[in-house]
Structures are given as C-alpha cells and as structure tokens.
C-alpha cells in the first residue's frame, strides 16, 4: 500500500507547545520569586531580632557596669570616710574604663569659666552646691538669674508654716493650677522637686544644658535651628539646677565610731587632753589660754582663728574636731565655684574669686579649712565660717555606660553617702532619656568603632 505524501504546498499546522512551556517559565520565575522574597523577609526579621538581642545583651552590659561602678566607687571612697576628702583623681578610674565588654564614664563638671566643649570627667562633691533645705532667702538670691519670684518660692516650699514669703507661693497658688497640688511645707527631697515651683521654668533651672552634661553641645549652641532655645554665644548656660543639692551634712563620728570632740564650747576636757596630745603640754596650754573665754564658736574655721594654731598643728587634729550644731548644708571651700562661694555671707564675687585663685595655686594647702584664713582677713572668714566646710561625705555620680560595640547607652545618676562609714547609695535616678551625654566627639569616635564592628 502506498501513502501519499503531502505536498510542499500543503499546509502545515500550527505548533502549540511553545506556549504550554512560556507560561510554566514565567510560573516558576514567580514562585522563584515569591521564595526568594519570603526568604529575603524572614531573613531580615532575624537581623532585626539579632540586632534587638544583641541591644537587650548590650543594654544589659551596661546595667552590670553602672552596678560594678557604684561599688568600685563606694570602696574608693571609703577610704576617705575618715577624713572627708575628696579622692585624688589617680585613686579610681573614671574614663573610658573597661569592665568585660561594657565601658563606663563619670561625668564631672568645670568652674564656668573653664568650660569646654568636651566633657570633665571624675566624680562630682555634692558639698560644692547650695542646700536648697539650709541656704538662707539671701543665700539663693545671690545666684545669677536666680528671680525673687523662685527664691521665696524655694523657702515656702520647705516651711512648715502656710504663710507664704514676699514674692512667694503657698498652697493656694498650686491649687490653681491643673491638676491642683499643695505646697509641700517639708524639706525637699531632691533637687527636681524645683520644677513644681512658682517661677521655675525648665529654661530658668536647666538653661542650655538640657542633657545636664556641663558640656555645650551642637545642639546647645545653634540658636533656635533645634531644642533647647540657646543665644548662640559659645559659651554655656548650665541653669540654676546646676548649683544646688539637698543632700550635704557631715559626719559627728570618725571612721572607728568614736564622737569628734565638739568645739563650739571654746575648750573642754577631751579638747585638752587631744592638743596636749598632738602638741605637748607646754604649747597646749598656750592654746587653751587663747581659748579661755571663747564661747558660742560657730565653726572651725573661727576656732582656728581664736586658737592661735599654726596652719600645720590645725591640720593634725582637724580630723578630730567637728561644731554639731552646723552639721548640714555647708559648702565645701575646697571645690565649689566662684559662682556658688559668692552666695556665702561675708563674702562676695571678688571675694570668691579670691578663693578659687588661691586654690589654684597652691592646692596641697588644703587639707584643712585653715587655709581661707590665709585669704580672707579674720572678720570675714569668721562670719562666713558656718557656712563652709572643707569636707565632703556625698559623692554624685553620673554614670555612663555602654556595653559591646557600643550599643545599649544606659546613663544613672546616683549619690553616695558616707556620713555612716560605710558608704550607701540614698538618691538614684535615670539620665539616658536625657540624651547622649559624652559630646560630639565621643560620639563620632563610638560611631567609627561600631562601622568596623
């Protein structure tokens, strides 16, 4: 059987496979498609989990630094107790100090007139500051930008009574305000307390130095391109919170327990028994013969005075002696500013200045207040003696600590007491909200590390 072949001129039929095969190509490439992007999505959840872990871890670093440092500072510090001294500042470590993988700071302050754009680290003396319980309505008028409004609003805050001072506030000024709250009439608590007051605003108290570094920082120094509002002048405003604390009184005890000898009485037994002990009893008796009949002494300063003790025989008993009716809010001669000595009474701008240039210049001279004696004629410093002290027993610590390649900020401020000996944290409060708090170019430096990481 024969089969006829098609001719060439026959036509052919059409060829349907192509477009089976097109569509299951482009099928694919969309289910392809569709993996790769889940995979892509899955894949960056776990970044962002692995990356909010690796915080959470960091964060968690620096929270055991910020503990480790409270106690590493509690311990240097003890060693002070006895004498109420500042610790020397290659006593403890205070920038950029390893612990693990976390790093930690202690952000100090500058005089004002040394302020820098770059942070002052170390720890801070809670005694260079006014007491807002002690500091006397004068005493608070006396700070720059301080208004008459505030200062008699800091006094009727802490009275006990509900009368309120000239240009003050009592509780039927608060209970205008929404919502409505009484005049605390007891001592403040902490310094924050300031902010529930008539007259205080958060640019009267904090000033320019919203992130309450001491620093002046880009932000604090662009006019009104950005917060907080500033004059752009290069130089910073730290605010009146600045100056104060609520937190400085001193020890009537020594280290081992035993009860400095009061000296307010002029001489008493125990008094003469310590300076024939230190100075024999020849040169004892001439002391309490410049003693006899000296009463009501208000301070040590004006017992060194009334004495006639040379600064050196001063200075080996100091640490024994104390007046215990002046016990709180005095302010250390030895670290506050010009700005805060000038509120003392008997003292003023000039005079403070006077002070902080003595220091300056010769600073191993102060281990007792007997040095002001040598700045201040006697009338002065006899009438700003009870107010200064050369001691301190509270220590501020604003800490700043970051964990593993930087990450995790966590930034406390904490007080440290040692009026009892044994060192103890009364006062504690959170800062990280404030802001980075190490300057511009710590910040630029940590960036660059964590680029490498």
């Known amino acids: 059987m024969r089969f006829a072949l098609p001719s060439r001129s026959s036509p052919r039929r059409p060829h349907r496979a192509a477009a ?17 992007s889940i995979a892509l999505y ?13 915080h959470d871890a960091a964060g968690a670093q620096a929270e055991q630094a910020i503990a480790g440092v409270i106690r590493y500072i509690g311990w240097v510090v003890t060693n002070y107790a006895d004498t109420g001294e500042m ?6 470590g205070y920038e950029a100090v390893r612990i693990g993988d976390a790093t930690f700071w202690l952000i100090s302050r500058c005089d004002p007139e040394d302020a820098t754009d770059v942070p002052v680290y170390g720890l801070m ?18 700070l720059p930008l301080m208004t008459e409004e505030l200062a008699a609003a800091i006094v009727d ?9 000239a240009n003050g506030a009592e509780s039927e000024t608060y209970l205008r305000r929404t919502p409505p709250y009484r005049a605390k009439d007891a001592p403040f608590e902490s310094v924050e307390e300031l902010r529930l007051l008539s007259g205080a605003s958060d640019e009267l108290l904090f000033g320019e130095d919203t992130n309450c570094n001491g620093v002046l920082d880009p932000n604090e120094n662009d006019g009104d391109a950005t917060l907080p509002p500033d004059d752009r002048d290069g130089v910073l405003d730290p ?7 609520v937190f400085t009184r001193e020890s009537a005890l020594r280290s081992d327990g ?10 008493n037994q125990e008094l003469a028994s310590l300076l024939q002990e230190f100075l024999g009893q020849e040169r004892a008796a001439q002391v309490r013969s410049q003693l006899a009949g000296s009463t009501n002494i208000a301070s040590l300063l004006e017992f060194y005075i009334r004495s006639g003790l040379s600064i050196e025989e001063f200075e080996e008993i100091d640490g024994y002696l104390v007046v215990t009716n002046q016990m709180q809010g005095l302010v250390n001669v030895n670290t506050a500013s010009a700005v805060v000595l ?4 008997g003292l003023d701008s000039e005079k403070a200045n006077q002070l902080v240039a003595y220091r300056r210049t010769k600073p191993i001279d102060q281990t007792s207040i007997a040095w002001v004696a040598e700045v201040l004629d006697s009338q002065t410093a006899i009438q700003a003696g009870p107010y200064l002290t050369s001691r301190t027993f509270q220590f501020g610590l604003d800490i700043v600590a970051l964990g593993q390649n930087g990450r995790g900020y966590r930034r406390r401020w904490v007080i440290l007491d040692t009026t009892e000996g044994r060192p103890k944290v009364i006062y504690q409060r959170d800062r990280a909200r404030l802001g980075w708090a190490l300057g511009a170019e710590t910040r630029k430096d940590w960036l660059a590390k964590m680029e490498l990481r």
């Open 42 to 54: 899955f894949g960056h959840s776990m970044l962002l989990h692995f990356r909010a872990v690796e």
């Open 239 to 245: 605010g009146l919170i600045e100056y104060f604390t």
């Open 342 to 345: 000038a509120c003392i009474p």
């Open 125 to 142: 003396d809670e005694a260079s500051k006014l007491n807002l319980n002690t500091a006397t309505l004068e005493m608070l008028q006396a």
């Open 87 to 92: 610790p020397f500042d290659d006593d403890y």
């Open 258 to 267: 035993t009860n400095r000898i009061n000296v307010s009485s002029g001489t």
């Open 20 to 36: 089976p095969a097109g569509s299951v190509l482009i099928i694919v490439l969309w289910i392809t498609f569709g993996i790769v």
């Open 157 to 165: 805050w802490r009275d006990t009574n509900s009368e309120a001072t």
